[in-house]
């Protein structure tokens, strides 16, 4: 036999072999069982997080755009009409449509809350947006040229608005001319519309106190002629987000900030990227202290083979030989506990993906998922696998660098 395939024969022998204390195979059994779970628990937890990044990517369906468009710096643009009208000549543009988007005072009956009113062209938002299907109890969306708005689920209940028609009073200050301190009412300008429907998006920051109207209505609010605050922008069917905002960004050069829809979120994304990797790393140390049970035992499997030791090296093997025995030993195992980790990991995160076992806790009906989401992706396989091979070769060369001194003291 080769020498290069004596040390792998010999090392999956005494593996296989029944050792002469039975705790020597109790403690190798639990090396690989700590390995094995510890290697299932990254794998479940980078795809629960996947999970999550994907649930937060589908409600961004509902109402962001695919591309937005802001100024640079001030408020507003001073012809978002026109800049609208510039990017709509842009190869893969389906719809522009500029925004008016500012705070108000809100009062119904009784009761007054801040909000922040969108004023949008109606017909052209709901085919950029999904208004339509997150009205809630047969609500509308207002239409073009109504004097309608349609109130978030937290808006209608701070509001008490339950009924479509329910009349709501807007006043925003002025935005031009001093403030009269004998009058201050007339430091504001009023308006008044009326309920079209509540929707729910499912994002706190837009269920919380948001309403959409008519932009022309917002325009007289606001005291805007044709300036807009934003551009929204859909994109034509087969043409990817990222390759449009890129186009518009070319046109347009400085002066705007161009966002594709991940971009309009990143600091949600990048918050669940921040927990996976942190997660990933507390594990990763939980699967370093696993692996001193792989040393452990490969020490006393070592103490055990160390009269095999002296006949190995009777007939002539040199001690690099007899320590690459006790280095593929320790490959073995870890080997054999990542696998076999990756594999229930694998398992588990494949029941959850399609089954949903394991519920989140709550009433379901207000809850976005009931059960806790999973995606499973197959580049975060290899990368659990990643952490399992670096502790195998360390344990490998702690184990080789022990079996050659026990062999030298032995002879």
Not at 31 to 47: D, E, F, K, N
Not at 219 to 234: G, H, I, P
Not at 239 to 252: C, F, N, Q, S
Request: contains cysteine; aromatic residues 8%.
């Amino acid at each position: 036999m080769a020498s290069w395939r004596i040390a792998p024969a010999m090392a999956w022998r005494y593996l296989r072999a029944r050792k002469s204390h039975s705790a020597v195979t109790a403690i190798a059994r639990v090396s690989v069982a700590g390995v094995a779970v510890a290697t299932a628990a990254i794998v479940c937890v980078l795809s629960v997080f996947n999970g999550f990044r994907e649930v937060l990517a589908g409600r961004l369906d509902l109402m962001n755009p695919d591309v937005m468009v802001s100024p640079a710096s001030g408020k507003t643009f001073a012809d978002g009409d026109s800049l609208a009208a510039a990017i709509r000549a842009v190869d893969g543009v389906a719809i522009a449509m500029p925004m008016v988007a500012d705070n108000a005072l809100a009062l119904a009956g009784s009761s007054e809350m801040p909000v922040r009113l969108l004023g949008v062209d109606p017909a052209a938002y709901r085919r950029i947006t999904s208004l339509d299907s997150i009205m809630l109890d047969g609500g509308k969306a207002p239409l073009a040229g109504s004097r309608e708005a349609g109130a978030a689920v937290g808006t209608a209940s701070q509001l008490a608005l339950y009924e479509q028609g329910t009349p709501i009073l807007l006043f925003a200050p002025r935005r031009e001319g001093r403030v009269n301190l004998a009058n201050p009412a007339a430091s504001f300008i009023s308006d008044s519309v009326a309920l079209s429907g509540v929707y729910r998006a499912d994002r706190s920051e837009v269920d919380a106190n948001t309403m959409v109207c008519d932009i022309e209505v917002a325009r007289m609010l606001f005291q805007y002629d044709a300036e807009a605050t934003e551009v929204l922008v859909k994109a034509a069917p087969g043409v990817a987000h990222e390759a449009l905002a890129g186009r518009i960004r070319d046109r347009l050069g400085k002066g705007y900030v161009v966002k594709d829809r991940l971009q309009q979120q990143a600091m949600d994304f990048r918050m669940i990227e921040i927990e996976k990797w942190v997660t990933f790393l507390l594990l990763f140390f939980i699967l370093a202290i696993a692996s001193f049970n792989i040393v452990s035992t490969l020490a006393m499997l070592v103490v055990e083979k160390q009269k095999s030791m002296l006949t190995m090296r009777a007939v002539g093997m040199p001690y690099s030989l007899i320590g690459r025995v006790f280095w593929w030993e320790s490959v073995f195992v870890t080997v054999a506990g990542g696998i076999a980790g990756l594999a229930l990991g694998v398992i588990l995160s494949l029941l959850q993906e399609h089954f949903g076992l394991i519920k989140l806790a709550g009433d379901p009906s207000a809850m976005i998922v009931s059960a806790y989401p999973v995606a499973l992706q197959w580049g975060d396989v290899a990368l659990a696998f990643a952490p399992v091979a670096l502790i195998g070769l360390a344990a490998a060369w702690v184990a080789s660098r022990f079996a050659r001194t026990r062999a030298k003291s032995a002879a």
